[in-house]
Each structure stands twice: as structure tokens, then as C-alpha cells.
């Protein structure tokens, strides 16, 4: 009964955030980015976002979710900060929603960490 108790928001935001940072680890090969700056990226903020996901998953931390929270960042920065934004727009979507998504989810699993439980009252 205690391990169906574990499945809190906290986890599902971690899967969340495992499945956008492996989709942005095989979109160049599924969307045909440029070689280049926005591919390499891709992948390497990828196995970044996937790493943290599945260690947040393994045993949580809240520095794990705070790197996802920058990691998603600079996702979403990247195509203006690389110089990809005319290169390919399939490139720059991806990292743009990835990059918003990934740091919205981590920001709210910091939320919920730091938020302070709702009182209980005598008739509730």
C-alpha cells in the first residue's frame, strides 16, 4: 500500500520531465536538424534532462530539480544564444516548448517542495 503512496506529483512531474528530455535527445534524427550547434545540443541537454529525471526518480534531491530547472532554460534560450534560430525551425520549436516545459515542471516540483502544507481544520 505504501509504495502506490510513493506515485506523488513530484514523480509524475519527474516522468514528465524524462520523456521531454528523451524526445529532445532523438529529435534531430526524427525532425532533421542541421549537423551543428542545435543537434549537439539537442542531445547533450537530452541525456542531461534524462540523467537528472532518472536520478530525481532513483533518490530524490531538490539540487536535481534545480539543474533541471537551468538546463531548461537554457533549452529554451539556446536557438537565440547558438545562432540557430533561421538554421531550422523545427530545431528551434523543439527547443523552445522543450526548454519552457522542462524548466515549468521543474520549477513547480521546487514549488511543491517549498510550499507550505494546507491546515487542517476540526471539520475537515
Known sequence: MEVAMEWKNERI?????????????????????AAGAETQNAVICGII???????????????EEWLNLIVGVWVFVAPWALGFTGSNTWA????????????VIAAIEVWMLHRTPPRLTAGG
Open 13 to 33: 512531474c519527474d516522468v514528465l520531465n524524462l520523456l521531454l528530455g528523451a524526445f529532445l535527445l532523438i529529435s534531430p534524427w526524427l525532425l532533421g536538424f
Open 49 to 63: 534532462i534524462v540523467a537528472l529525471s532518472l536520478a530525481a526518480l532513483a533518490a530524490f534531491a531538490e539540487w
Open 92 to 103: 528551434m520549436g523543439v527547443h523552445v516548448v522543450i526548454g519552457l516545459l522542462v524548466a
